[in-house]
């Protein structure tokens, strides 16, 4: 299995501020993702990160807005930038972990709950 | 477009009773469907997982239920636990391996 830690586990951010959210995994994966998921609602997919690559975005977010860095297979970054009240929520980094078979499964970290004022 | 459509939005279960959760999707290119356990303030936990080639696959209390003609898939939790009250999230991916999730279930076990 695989262990993913996120740092921050929570903060309270000022409007126009920037975020930037930490994800190590204790083992090499290539495949991350990011979601959003706002408090006792699903979760959301906002992109994809795989190493070596450009980060794929979903519909309704932006590099611009959410920009991503996947230096190498165990770290990924997630910005949250020019903050607004509407950005709360609590951000998980994923990984997908392929076996030895053909299945596949995705562990989620412990989520970053952001607070926006 | 929700791809994924979940149901109750919350169950309430006395302990020892069975939960069922329903999960429909609308797209045929779905060809993987997990469905994960989550606990106030942590990440989810995949619980079980079941490929469309298959109709039922259990584990310990757990057992999912796939209809691929009607598009249907459920959870069925045998013998309810307080330990169980959690929300639980079906979901369905594609090849891709991107993770379309249902709403979610707020499930409750009266002990």
């Known amino acids: 299995s695989a262990v993913i830690s996120q740092k921050p586990s929570r903060d309270i951010c000022q409007r126009g501020t920037s975020l930037t959210i930490q994800c190590q995994v204790d083992?090499?994966?290539?495949?991350m993702f990011w979601y959003r998921q706002q408090p006792g609602q699903s979760l959301t997919l906002i992109a994809t990160?795989?190493?070596?690559?450009?980060?794929?975005?979903e519909s309704g977010f932006v590099i611009d807005k959410f920009p991503i860095s996947r230096p190498n297979l165990t770290f990924s970054t997630l910005t949250v930038s020019n903050m607004s009240p509407e950005d709360s929520s609590i951000y998980l980094c994923?990984?997908?972990?392929?076996?030895?078979?053909?299945?596949?499964?995705?562990?989620f970290g412990p989520g970053t709950r952001l607070l926006v004022l | 477009q929700q791809q994924v459509k979940q149901s109750p939005q919350s169950l309430i279960v006395q302990k020892g009773g069975i939960s069922i959760i329903n999960c429909a999707y609308e797209?045929?290119?779905?060809?993987?469907f997990p469905w994960y356990q989550q606990f106030p303030g942590k990440g989810p936990a995949l619980l079980i997982a079941?490929?469309?080639?298959?109709s039922e696959k259990k584990e310990g209390r757990f057992t999912i239920s796939f209809n691929k003609s009607a598009k249907q898939f459920s959870l069925h939790i045998m013998d309810s636990q307080p330990g169980d009250s959690a929300t639980y999230f079906c979901?369905?991916?594609?090849?891709?391996?991107?993770?379309?999730f249902g709403a979610g279930t707020r499930l409750f076990v009266k002990a």
């Open positions: 990160a795989n190493q070596g690559s450009e980060a794929t975005y």
């Open positions: 797209n045929t290119a779905f060809d993987y």
């Open positions: 994923s990984v997908l972990q392929f076996r030895r078979g053909g299945t596949e499964t995705q562990y």
């Open positions: 979901a369905a991916i594609t090849g891709g391996f991107k993770t379309i």
């Open positions: 079941i490929r469309p080639d298959v």
């Open positions: 083992s090499q994966v290539t495949m």
